[in-house]
C-alpha cells in the first residue's frame, strides 16, 4: 500500500522525530501538515520538503491549547481535502528525581504528552467519524516499558498514553486504525529541557553512545501507514540494540 496523496497531520514536527517522520512522508507522496511550537524551525522543514518536490504546510502549534489541535486539523482538511492520518508526536520530557520536587515540570509532561495527545485525538476523531476512515498514531516510549529512576513522570505520562490508545484502538469500530510507536534512545533535543544538572549530564551521556537516528522512527510508523486497510499494526517498539 502507498501513502500518495495521504493528508498527514503531525505534532512536534519542527525537530527529531517529528521532522524526520514529515520528511520521509512526504519524500514517499503524502500531503503532511506540520505542527510544533517552533514556528521558524516549521518553516524551514516546510522549506527542505518543498524543495525535495514534497507537499507541506505548517502552523504554530501548542499541543496545550485544545483549540489550537482543532485549528491544525482544520488547516490540513482545508488544504487535503481530508485528514488520514493524526500523528501525535509532541512531547517533552524534564526529568529527575522525585524528591527534586520539579512539580512544574511534572505539570509540564502531564500537559504536553499526556494532554496534548489527548487534544489531538479529539480534534482528528469527528474529520475521521465523517469520513469513516483514518489512523491514530501516538509516540510513546521505551521509557514505560523498562521504568527507573529519573523516569516517574515521564514514564507515566507515556503508559497513561499507552491505555489511551489501547482503549481507543477497542472502541474504533472496522474503520479506524489506532497505533503506537515506542521510541528508544533516539538522537534528539530530549535533553533539552532537563533543568537538573545531573540527570541531563548522564542523559547526555547515554545518548552520544547509543542513540540512534530519529530516521528509525519514521520507518516504523511508515511501515504502520503502508499496511493495508483492514491490517492495524497495534504497536511497535523501535530501539537501539545497544539499550538495555
Known amino acids: 500500500?502507498?501513502?500518495?496523496?495521504?493528508?498527514?497531520?503531525?505534532?512536534?514536527?519542527?525537530?527529531?522525530?517529528?521532522?524526520?517522520?514529515?520528511?520521509l512522508l512526504a519524500e514517499r507522496g503524502a500531503y503532511v501538515v506540520l505542527g510544533s511550537r517552533n514556528e521558524t524551525a516549521l518553516q524551514a522543514v516546510v522549506d527542505e520538503i518543498k524543495s525535495a518536490g514534497g507537499k507541506?504546510?505548517?502552523?504554530?502549534?501548542?499541543?496545550?491549547?485544545?483549540?489550537?489541535?482543532?485549528?491544525?486539523?482544520?488547516?490540513?482538511v482545508e488544504r487535503g481535502g481530508r485528514l488520514d492520518v493524526m500523528i501525535n508526536n509532541a512531547?517533552?520530557?524534564?526529568?529527575s528525581r522525585f524528591d527534586a520536587l520539579q512539580v512544574e515540570e511534572w505539570?509540564?509532561?502531564?500537559?504536553?504528552?499526556?494532554?496534548g495527545t489527548l487534544y489531538g485525538i479529539a480534534a482528528a476523531l469527528p474529520v475521521f467519524t465523517q469520513q469513516g476512515s483514518g489512523h491514530v498514531v501516538n509516540v510513546v516510549s521505551t521509557a514505560g516499558i523498562k521504568i527507573v529512576p529519573t523516569m516517574g513522570v515521564y514514564a507515566a505520562t507515556k503508559n497513561a498514553v499507552r491505555t489511551a490508545t489501547e482503549v481507543l484502538r477497542q472502541e474504533a469500530g472496522p474503520n479506524l486504525r489506532v497505533t503506537e510507536i515506542s521510541p528508544g534512545v533516539i538522537d534528539t533535543n530530549f535533553g533539552e529541557s532537563i533543568t537538573d544538572q545531573?540527570?541531563?549530564?548522564?542523559?547526555?551521556?547515554?545518548?552520544g553512545a547509543i542513540a540512534i537516528s530519529p530516521d528509525?522512527?519514521?520507518?516504523?510508523?511508515?511501515?504502520?501507514?503502508?499496511?493495508?486497510?483492514?491490517?492495524d499494526v497495534g504497536s511497535i517498539v523501535i530501539r537501539p540494540t545497544a539499550q538495555d
Open 1 to 23: 500500500m502507498s501513502i500518495r496523496g495521504k493528508v498527514v497531520a503531525i505534532t512536534g514536527a519542527s525537530s527529531g522525530i517529528g521532522r524526520a517522520t514529515a520528511k
Open 56 to 76: 507541506a504546510v505548517f502552523k504554530a502549534t501548542d499541543v496545550r491549547q485544545r483549540g489550537e489541535l482543532g485549528e491544525l486539523v482544520a488547516l490540513a
Open 91 to 95: 512531547g517533552v520530557g524534564p526529568i
Open 107 to 115: 505539570d509540564l509532561m502531564i500537559d504536553v504528552n499526556l494532554r
Open 198 to 207: 545531573v540527570t541531563k549530564k548522564l542523559i547526555e551521556e547515554r545518548l
Open 216 to 231: 528509525a522512527i519514521a520507518r516504523g510508523i511508515l511501515f504502520a501507514l503502508e499496511q493495508p486497510p483492514e491490517v
